[in-house]
C-alpha cells in the first residue's frame, strides 16, 4: 500500500534510476503514515556519509501525545542502503545536473520503505512537449472510444 507519492516528480524530472531503501521512523510517525497523512512534495534526499530524507513533511500524530510536543514534522529521517548504492548514488551526483528526490513511500510487509530516484531537472520546453504529447494521446483515446 502507497502512503505518500510526489504526483508532480514525473512533470519536473526526468528519471534515469530508482533505488528501494529503507527508512528509520519514530512511532508515532509510522501511525501517521499509516494514516496517510503527510507530503513529499518540497522533500529531497542528500549524501554526506549516509543518504537523508529532507524536508519531507510527517505530521505529528493525533490524538497528540505530550512527548511528541518537541518533535520537528519536517526533521531529517535517515534511509539506509547499502555502502555499495551509496556510493553508485554518490557518484551519479558528481554528473552535472542531478540529483536525487523521494517518489514515494510504501510498505513492503512490515516494513516502510522509500523509493529515491537519480533525476535530470526538465527543461520549460520539454515540460511543454510532455504535455503536448499527454493532450494528444487522450485525444485519441477519446477518438477510438467514441468511434
Do not use: C
Request: no cysteine; proline share 3%; charged share 30%.
Amino acid at each position: 500500500m502507497i502512503f505518500l507519492e510526489n504526483k508532480g516528480i514525473h512533470h519536473h524530472y526526468e528519471i534515469l534510476e530508482s533505488f528501494e531503501a529503507g527508512i528509520v521512523l519514530l512511532g508515532w510517525e509510522v501511525k501517521t503514515l499509516r494514516k496517510k497523512h503527510g507530503s513529499l512534495k518540497e522533500a529531497y534526499v542528500s549524501i554526506d556519509n549516509e543518504l537523508w530524507l529532507t524536508n519531507a513533511y510527517i505530521p505529528l500524530y493525533q490524538p497528540e501525545q505530550p512527548s511528541h510536543k518537541n518533535d520537528d514534522p519536517y526533521r531529517k529521517r535517515k534511509l539506509l542502503l547499502s555502502q555499495k548504492q551509496i556510493q553508485d548514488l554518490r557518484t551519479a551526483l558528481k554528473q552535472q545536473g542531478l540529483t536525487i528526490v523521494p517518489i514515494r513511500m510504501y510498505n513492503k510487509g512490515n516494513l516502510i520503505k522509500v523509493e529515491i530516484a537519480i533525476a535530470r531537472g526538465k527543461k520549460l520546453y520539454d515540460k511543454r512537449k510532455d504535455m503536448k504529447e499527454r493532450t494528444a494521446r487522450r485525444d485519441a483515446e477519446r477518438a477510438m472510444r467514441n468511434g
